[in-house]
């Protein structure tokens, strides 16, 4: 059961418009296009994962995405959350393209791609901060504790993932998108038995859906073309004028 639908990312309304309004030959161009490139590619393997769920029927499973909490001064921004009787399930999403090498030990991945050499944060480390975090807001709100389980969803179709064969870590918890469904069905075949009733299970939903807040943004520092902007030749020319 979805609870929550995944919105269009504030980033890439806030960018689309901030490129609108921002002078041509303003340096901050190359900068706000990366930014927008690069959120509309998180967007577009979010909502693969969106529609792989949405065939889950099943009303004791309950799927919250682009979830965001605050917990003291802290935000975090958990792309999927779901919800059983045995477990929760941080779903962390990636649509990275080219090879990836996942390396917990240094805290990264590396993307390698046409021989350029990129590295990313690593997704199990933020997973495991996410899943403390959730588990004191549980406590905060005074609400049931449940297991909580995390998986990291690679969805680019291009991508090539390696990691040390040895680290066993990465193998359990780090998949392409083909494997989610059955990997699901895996950690809730594991659950020998349910930690909370179906009446605590709404509660934890609709508090978690209560206490969402917008995860806030980076907004550049520039000054923007005002005005009204036609919508025909785009130009931010037109006047508004006052009824008398």
């Not at 549980?138 to 504790?145: E, R, Y």
């Not at 859906?209 to 073309?225: A, C």
Request: aromatic share 6%.
């Amino acid at each position: 059961m979805i609870l929550r639908e995944r919105p269009v990312p504030e980033t890439i309304l806030y960018n689309e418009a901030a490129l609108k309004r921002l002078p041509p030959l303003s340096d901050l161009r190359p900068q706000i296009e990366e930014s927008l490139l690069k959120a509309r590619a998180g967007y577009s393997g979010e909502c693969r994962v969106d529609r792989l769920l949405s065939i889950i029927d099943s009303k004791d499973t309950y799927i919250i995405h682009d979830l965001c909490l605050q917990t003291g001064s802290t935000y975090i921004q958990i792309d999927t959350l779901i919800l059983t009787k045995y477990l929760a399930l941080i779903l962390e999403i990636k649509n990275i393209s080219g090879r990836i090498k996942i390396s917990p030990e240094f805290g990264q991945i590396e993307r390698i791609i046409n021989g350029e050499i990129t590295a990313f944060p690593s997704p199990i480390a933020q997973c495991k901060k996410y899943k403390i975090h959730l588990k004191n807001w549980l406590k905060k709100m005074k609400l049931p504790s449940l297991p909580i389980e995390f998986l990291v969803v690679f969805t680019n179709p291009s991508s090539i993932l390696s990691a040390s064969p040895h680290d066993t870590e990465v193998v359990h918890k780090v998949l392409r998108i083909e494997n989610l469904l059955p990997k699901i069905q895996e950690l809730m075949n594991t659950s020998n038995s349910h930690f909370i009733e179906e009446k605590e299970l709404r509660r934890t939903s609709k508090m978690l859906l209560k206490e969402h807040r917008p995860y806030p943004i980076n907004k550049f520092q520039v000054d923007y073309i005002k005005g009204i902007q036609c919508t025909r030749c785009k130009e931010f020319s037109m006047v508004r004028n006052k009824a008398s």
